[in-house]
């Protein structure tokens, strides 16, 4: 009892809770999370005024819907794969850097396929998490100087590297 007065967890000493910056004993410990539950309701850490972007629409292209799904599918498999090395002891101790190399080209793989399978590309471009691939799919290419636009929206459909 006289600890839980030292810290103010009484409720017969009216006082605000006195918390010690670190607890060295486990009634310490409790004490100091009974003070914390005293407070009442946590605070929420979300934003009260975020609103979460809507959905990206899908591309009305066939091929496009049909590339991003087989994208989604070499990720797939890629992910199955890594998952057989990774509950490989001697695998994982030998190529430890090369397997987080799965996980990175997963996730490129996945961002790409949603940038295929969207209508609206450079929206899709933009809520890429991986800052580097953003960057790499937005760099400007040398149409820019001239046609003020992105080469590749203006790349043929017979030969994609081939400037109009």
């Not at 790499?136 to 203006?154: F, I």
């Amino acid at each position: 009892m006289d600890l839980a007065r030292k810290i103010g967890i009484d409720a017969e000493c009216g006082e605000s809770p006195v918390v010690p910056e670190r607890a060295f004993t486990q009634a310490e410990c409790d004490a100091i999370q009974a003070a914390a539950r005293l407070d009442g309701a946590r605070k929420s850490i979300l934003r009260s005024d975020f609103t979460p972007p809507k959905a990206l629409e899908p591309t009305e292209n066939l091929i496009e819907v049909r590339l991003a799904e087989e994208m989604e599918y070499a990720q797939r498999l890629l992910e199955l794969v890594g998952d057989c090395f990774v509950s490989d002891p001697l695998i994982l101790q030998r190529h430890e850097t090369t397997m987080q190399s799965f996980d990175i080209i997963g996730q490129l793989l996945g961002h790409l396929a949603k940038v295929i399978g969207s209508k609206d590309k450079m929206e899709a471009i933009d809520r890429i998490g991986m800052q580097e691939l953003r960057a790499r799919l937005k760099r400007p290419t040398a149409s820019v100087a001239t046609t003020g636009t992105l080469g590749w929206l203006q790349r043929s459909s017979s030969n994609p590297f081939a400037e109009e």
